[in-house]
Nanobody, 122 residues
């Protein structure tokens, strides 16, 4: 049974950093894509970044390119999102989930973690 569990959210000042972690279990294939998505009240969930397990291929949305870095540890079955130079508009609930890459962007794959709040505020 596929499970994803996020950790590492919280409150940070503008310009600060946070690292989100996503613990994976139940993945039986070696080749999969994990994405980070975020959602604010009244809006649809949007993709932020994703990474392919087998070769580290990654994608970033324009809003986070150059500020966020996605990485994975296949031995520990972890995916990370390092978020630097955070802005108030990054405030959202962040979800890790299965994904696929198409048209140079990340798309929802159907399995989700429970979500974690990130608040950027002074």
């Amino acid at each position: 049974q596929v499970q994803l569990v996020e950790s590492g959210g919280g409150v940070v000042q503008p310009g600060g950093s946070l690292r989100l972690s996503c613990a994976l279990s139940g993945f039986t294939l070696a080749d999969y894509v994990i994405g980070w998505f975020h959602q604010t009240p009244g809006k649809e969930r949007e993709w932020v970044s994703c990474i392919r397990s087998i070769d580290g291929t990654s994608r970033y949305s324009d809003s986070v390119k150059g500020r966020f870095t996605i990485s994975r540890d296949n031995v520990k079955k972890m995916v990370y999102l390092q978020m630097d130079s955070l802005k108030p508009e990054d405030t959202a609930v962040y979800y890790c989930g299965t994904a696929y890459i198409m048209d140079n962007s990340c798309h929802e794959g159907g399995y989700w973690g429970q979500g974690i709040q990130v608040t950027v505020s002074s």
